[in-house]
């Protein structure tokens, strides 16, 4: 099995990506995980370049996403949504709407902010941006306010409420991945 | 008689904004058996995959998590013990299932006596109606319309014509 990070985060020591690799510290043994680094290269959206082939960093971007059994998100929240950047990526990705790598995947939602609400709205506008391409959004969200007081000065998740959060939705997601598997062997055909 | 559905038209509509959105299954099939007394049961399925509206973005969407789900819960179905025929009506009570949710659902609706077809077998018409709350099922995706209120409505009339013809 094999679980893809997405951090809507670029800078470097961003409190997103260390919640994700404080979440991959969760997986079983056995399960690969990577945090996918390729969101700044992805250009801006252009249905002029949405052609075959894709740009490079939309190829590897869709790539990735489709090579995943799941997808695990962090996101900041700017101006009380998700990253231009992140949405843009998403956009990217939806696409061709009815095929995406996306569609039907396991998908789940956690965020990080300094303030005191640990990025609820941004992940409730994932949730519904993920929803909409046709991902399958696991329950459950894990927001992490305040978030330099969460994370150590070498970036480890020193919360353990936020640690056992974070491993029901990883709980979550790898029922969700077996699930899925499970029907697919049942009735290949469908 | 013991009769299977000619595919016709199983439909659903719900309010939408200030109109009404419509969608189709199109690959569907039912099964009437109407006892002497004018009992019966009804039975059918619908698969999600053929569901049909005039925008295939949205088509696309309802068969993913947010509505229907078709990768889980690729069928619809449908059945009714104790059906009552009387005179041009007929009612009853079944067991919709939807996403994999399985709840009582009344329907009325009329129906044909039965009449013969070009090769001699009895052939059955009936319409039926019922409505049902989405969110019962599971079936909960909404947005928030800028103005208030919601873009979709809760209640959904599942309209049903079918034929039947007598089974050989």
Known sequence: MRILGVSGSLRRGSYNTRLLEAAAELLPEGVEFEVFDGLKAVPPYDQDDDVEPAPEPVALLRSELAGADAVLFATPEYNSSIPGVLKNAIDWASRPLMTNALRFKPVAVTGASTGAFGAVWAQEELRKVLGALGARVVEGSVPVGHAPTRFDEDGRLVDEEIRAQLADLVTAVLAAVEERSEAATAAPAA | ?168
């Open chain 2, 1 to 168: 008689m013991d009769a299977r559905s000619r595919p016709l038209d199983v439909g659903f509509e719900v309010p939408y904004l200030v109109g009404t959105f419509r969608g189709q299954f199109r690959d569907i099939e039912g099964r009437l058996v109407i006892n002497e007394g004018g009992t019966g049961t009804l039975e059918g399925s619908a698969r999600v995959a053929s569901v049909d509206v005039k925008d295939e973005i949205l088509a696309g969407h309802l068969q993913t998590p947010d509505f229907f789900d078709a990768e889980r819960f690729p069928e619809i179905r449908f059945r009714a013990e104790g059906i009552e025929v009387n005179g041009g009506e007929v009612r009853g009570s079944g067991e919709l299932t939807i996403k994999g949710v399985t709840k009582a659902v009344e329907f009325t609706g009329s129906i044909t006596a039965p009449a013969p077809d070009a090769y001699g077998r009895d052939r059955v018409g009936a319409v039926l109606s019922a409505t049902v709350d989405r969110h019962d099922f599971g079936v909960s995706w909404n947005q928030p319309v800028p103005g208030g209120g919601n873009a979709l409505g809760d209640e959904v009339t599942i309209n049903a014509e079918l034929f039947f013809t007598e089974a050989e």
